[in-house]
């Protein structure tokens, strides 16, 4: 769900915490996901991602109402989504 306020942000759901366990499962580091980077590595209902070495992050596309934004996730973030610590993250209008 987008939070609309001076930027837009998602309201992180279960959806995505699934994929960040599972991302903790694999238990790799950031030189070994750079090492099998996938844009699309990840693909669930509402988001499509994997980890870009370029961004050193986990890049994500998001649909809601038939629109598309982006959102990255650092792999330093994970235990923050998953703990909850974590509950919004920025959104941004995908560019083509």
Same mark, same amino acid.
């Given at each position: 769900?987008?939070?609309?306020?001076?930027?837009?942000?998602?309201?992180?759901d279960? =959806?995505?915490i699934?994929i960040?366990?599972?991302?903790?499962? *694999?238990?790799?580091?950031?030189?070994?996901w +750079?090492?099998?980077?996938?844009s699309?590595f990840?693909q669930?209902?509402?988001?499509?991602g994997?980890y =870009?070495?370029q961004e050193?992050?986990?890049?994500f596309?998001? *649909?809601?109402?038939?629109k598309?934004y982006? +959102?990255d996730i650092?792999?330093?973030?994970?235990?923050?989504i998953i703990?909850?610590q974590?509950q919004f993250l920025e959104?941004?209008p995908?560019?083509?």
């Open positions: 769900m987008i939070i609309h306020s001076s930027r837009q942000q998602l309201q992180i279960l =959806e995505l699934e960040c366990q599972e991302i903790v499962a *694999y238990g790799k580091t950031d030189s070994e +750079f090492d099998i980077e996938s699309d990840f669930t209902e509402k988001y499509c994997g =870009e070495g050193q992050a986990f890049c596309s998001y *649909y809601e109402n038939k598309e982006w +959102f650092a792999l330093n973030q994970i235990s923050k703990s909850g974590l959104l941004r995908a560019d083509y």
